[in-house]
């Protein structure tokens, strides 16, 4: 672990914040009620919604959705669900990390068993060591003017344009 300086916050500010923390962790079931995952194969044949909690809100047809037969169909809403679970759980944790910071969230996903997607190396994603690595680096080289991002054609504001590489911490 990287050695840190303490943070000066006046005491008014540290109780405020402890608050917010409290107030956050009462209200998570809510939080992750209002997420919502949608995901969809590339043949635009199923479509799936979850919430933060893994309910299932919508699932989609595509009236030929019967021509990959049943098992193949059926192992395709499950990919699919997954996947819409992957980005509702990261939505969530988006929202719950601000409020609750790092270590908070990072003992959340370890009480419910499901790690942030974003932290999972083999889709992307980068471990909490080499976030906090990359974090450091940037807070002691100071404000730097960001370099424009490549255009992956993700459109946040679209659920319909979900791609599971999407799912990167450093977003």
Known sequence: MTGREPIRRSTKQLIEDG??????????????AGVRGTAYDNHQSVRVTVDGRGKLLELWLRQDAVRWG????????????????????????????PILGDNMTYAIELISG?????????????????????????????PTKAEPAEDDGFDPDDPLSFDLSSLRSDR
Do not use: C, H, W
């Open 19 to 32: 608050r917010a923390r409290q107030e956050a962790m009462a209200n998570i079931d809510t939080v992750l």
């Open 114 to 142: 499901r790690s942030a997607p974003a932290r999972n190396p083999q889709a992307g994603g980068i471990s909490a060591e080499e976030f906090q690595r990359r974090r450091d680096e940037r807070m002691a080289n100071g």
């Open 70 to 97: 049943a098992d193949q169909l059926g192992r395709l809403i499950v990919m699919v669900a997954r996947a819409a679970m992957d980005q509702a759980t990261q939505a969530g944790y988006n929202k719950l990390g």
